[in-house]
């Protein structure tokens, strides 16, 4: 980027004029963009992310089947493999099932029928579906959806079976099931962060601004906050929702405590930024010229550590991620029938579950990328936010 020209007329109106380089006159914004498009791995994981929201708001038309839908003949079903070319032409199909009852043990196995062809296609038409929001105290808010039945890849003829990577014992396709789960567990990391960025940055400043008592005050609650290891302190008030709560409601209600445990690091960081910027010249004399204390803050102070909070907002999604998770995992967080990774891995926590159906482990798999794409990305808005390092 620092090979681009621009030509700059000579205060004196000659003719001559100079090329300079466009780095020397471009905005921070734009230095910004230049620096973070450099960094490979961070672009990478903002395509993946931006695919897997995406996925995730459009859930009902990615997945092959709904989340209801299941089917008692194809239980514990392994995975198909998908052919994409029939004699030679394009016609994507996955061969169908038999099945072979042990008479003794009644465990029932699966092999390939080849002499069943069970054709795929694009834009099908399947189970029906709304995407939108459901659930919420606004009537506006709830007639926000679009129904329809078409499906992005799966079966032609509807009721086939078709599991591109297993079904689990009750007969649902596990594919569809994580689709929908990305709608619950990744939009409670998006939520829960900007809430407890929101108050890790107004108690932070207060405490950094203010001081005295309220200062020790604040500093005291978030000692006694860290004090306490995570994991207890998230059952304890996991605990607090009601179980009989609408599945939106305590979904909210999850998101809430994880934000409540999740601000202390935001607190201190813009506390001791606050405490050495206002001593600062140029802090001094923007006090002196009049500037509202409301200005000072968003205009001065905060740019001056834009790169942390950047940082810290990407690093902290997946850690809200990884909480909703492992509240779901045990029991404390999220109930069927909502949808959620979490969810989805309790029901593998099984040692019978994994001999047998280890296709169950998918929704760690998307954990794992997901918190490993976060991080790749937040590396690179921290070097980005920080464009002449």
Same mark, same amino acid.
């Given at each position: 980027?620092?090979?681009?020209?621009?030509?700059?007329?000579?205060?004196?109106?000659?003719?001559?004029?100079?090329?300079?380089?466009?780095?020397?006159?471009?905005?921070?914004?734009?230095?910004?963009?230049?620096?973070?498009?450099?960094?490979?791995?961070?672009?990478?994981?903002?395509?993946?992310?931006?695919?897997?929201?995406?996925?995730?708001?459009?859930?009902?038309?990615?997945?092959?089947?709904?989340?209801?839908?299941?089917?008692?003949?194809?239980?514990?079903?392994?995975?198909?493999?998908?052919?994409?070319?029939?004699?030679?032409?394009?016609?994507?199909?996955?061969?169908?099932?038999?099945?072979?009852?042990?008479?003794?043990?009644?465990?029932?196995?699966?092999?390939?029928?080849?002499?069943?062809?069970?054709?795929?296609?694009?834009?099908?038409?399947?189970?029906?579906?709304?995407?939108?929001?459901?659930?919420?105290?606004?009537?506006?808010?709830?007639?926000?959806?679009?129904?329809?039945?078409?499906?992005?890849?799966?079966?032609?003829?509807?009721?086939?079976?078709?599991?591109?990577?297993?079904?689990?014992?009750?007969?649902?396709?596990?594919?569809?099931?994580?689709?929908?789960?990305?709608?619950?567990?990744?939009?409670?990391?998006?939520?829960?962060?900007?809430?407890?960025?929101?108050?890790?940055?107004?108690?932070?400043?207060?405490?950094?601004?203010?001081?005295?008592?309220?200062?020790?005050?604040?500093?005291?609650?978030?000692?006694?906050?860290?004090?306490?290891?995570?994991?207890?302190?998230?059952?304890?008030?996991?605990?607090?929702?009601?179980?009989?709560?609408?599945?939106?409601?305590?979904?909210?209600?999850?998101?809430?405590?994880?934000?409540?445990?999740?601000?202390?690091?935001?607190?201190?960081?813009?506390?001791?930024?606050?405490?050495?910027?206002?001593?600062?010249?140029?802090?001094?004399?923007?006090?002196?010229?009049?500037?509202?204390?409301?200005?000072?803050?968003?205009?001065?102070?905060?740019?001056?550590?834009?790169?942390? +909070?950047?940082?810290?907002?990407?690093?902290?999604? !997946? %850690?809200?991620?990884?909480?909703? =998770?492992? &509240?779901? @995992?045990?029991? /404390?967080?999220?109930?069927?029938?909502?949808?959620?990774?979490?969810?989805?891995?309790?029901?593998?926590?099984?040692?019978?579950? +994994?001999?047998?159906?280890?296709?169950?482990?998918? !929704? %760690?798999?998307?954990?794992?990328? =997901?918190? &490993?794409? @976060?991080?790749? /990305?937040?590396?690179?808005?921290?070097?980005?936010?920080?464009?002449?390092?």
């Amino acid at each position: 980027m620092a090979n681009d020209v621009i030509a700059v007329n000579d205060p004196g109106g000659h003719a001559a004029s100079q090329e300079v380089p466009q780095i020397a006159v471009a905005s921070q914004w734009k230095l910004m963009r230049w620096k973070f498009r450099r960094h490979r791995m961070a672009m990478i994981s903002l395509v993946v992310l931006t695919t897997f929201y995406i996925v995730a708001i459009f859930a009902g038309f990615f997945a092959p089947q709904a989340t209801t839908s299941y089917n008692r003949k194809y239980t514990q079903a392994p995975p198909q493999t998908i052919h994409w070319f029939d004699n030679g032409k394009f016609g994507p199909y996955v061969y169908g099932y038999k099945q072979e009852t042990d008479p003794r043990t009644l465990e029932r196995t699966y092999t390939v029928d080849k002499d069943t062809k069970i054709p795929l296609g694009f834009f099908v038409k399947g189970d029906s579906y709304s995407i939108g929001f459901s659930g919420m105290p606004v009537d506006w808010i709830n007639n926000l959806h679009i129904s329809g039945s078409r499906h992005f890849f799966g079966a032609k003829n509807h009721g086939d079976p078709f599991y591109l990577v297993g079904a689990d014992d009750l007969g649902r396709d596990v594919w569809s099931r994580v689709i929908f789960a990305a709608q619950v567990s990744l939009s409670v990391g998006l939520v829960g962060v900007f809430l407890s960025l929101g108050l890790g940055i107004l108690l932070g400043g207060i405490s950094g601004l203010v001081g005295g008592w309220i200062d020790n005050l604040i500093q005291r609650g978030i000692e006694l906050l860290r004090s306490i290891p995570d994991l207890p302190l998230w059952m304890a008030m996991a605990t607090a929702v009601p179980a009989r709560w609408d599945p939106v409601v305590v979904y909210f209600g999850i998101t809430v405590i994880l934000s409540l445990l999740r601000w202390t690091d935001m607190a201190r960081v813009v506390r001791g930024r606050f405490l050495s910027l206002r001593e600062e010249d140029f802090i001094l004399a923007a006090e002196l010229d009049g500037v509202p204390a409301r200005r000072i803050i968003t205009k001065h102070m905060m740019p001056s550590f834009l790169s942390h +909070i950047i940082a810290s907002v990407t690093l902290s999604i !997946p %850690g809200m991620i990884l909480g909703e =998770t492992a &509240l779901s @995992f045990l029991g /404390l967080g999220l109930q069927p029938p909502v949808v959620s990774w979490g969810v989805m891995l309790k029901d593998a926590q099984s040692i019978r579950v +994994i001999a047998n159906m280890p296709w169950m482990l998918l !929704p %760690g798999a998307a954990v794992s990328i =997901t918190v &490993l794409m @976060f991080n790749f /990305l937040g590396d690179g808005l921290r070097d980005a936010a920080d464009p002449y390092r």
